[in-house]
């Protein structure tokens, strides 16, 4: 079945190219969306319900700093997102 996630948690570091990394995981757990980031990521991931939880368990590995992932998923799937694209916000 196909969900919706949101999925957001803050970082310390946002040059270290996770952003990629991310982008790249996606990808390789048929997950599309976007992900914002800077020291706040926030992602909207759709894609196969078992895929987008192994997306998350990726990132909680992935992330090495101490942070709380919170995410909601739903079965609002609407297909928006073609492929998972990534914008970096640049720090003030």
């Keep these: 079945m196909m ?3 949101d ?3 803050t970082r310390q570091r946002a040059n ?5 990394a991310c982008m790249k995981a996606a ?3 048929g997950i599309t969306g976007r992900m914002d980031y800077n020291h706040e990521v926030k992602i909207q991931a759709e894609g196969e319900e078992s895929k ?3 997306f998350i368990e990726w990132i909680k590995v992935n992330v090495k700093e101490q942070t709380k992932i919170h995410y909601k998923n739903s079965f609002n799937y609407n297909g928006e997102y073609k492929e998972f694209d990534i914008f970096r916000h640049n720090s003030l």
Excluded: W
Aim: proline letters at 0%; glycine letters at 12%; a negative charge.
């Design 27 to 29: 990808y390789q757990f």
């Design 7 to 9: 999925i957001s948690f």
């Design 16 to 20: 270290d190219g996770f952003g990629f």
């Design 3 to 5: 969900i919706h996630s």
């Design 52 to 54: 987008i939880f192994e």
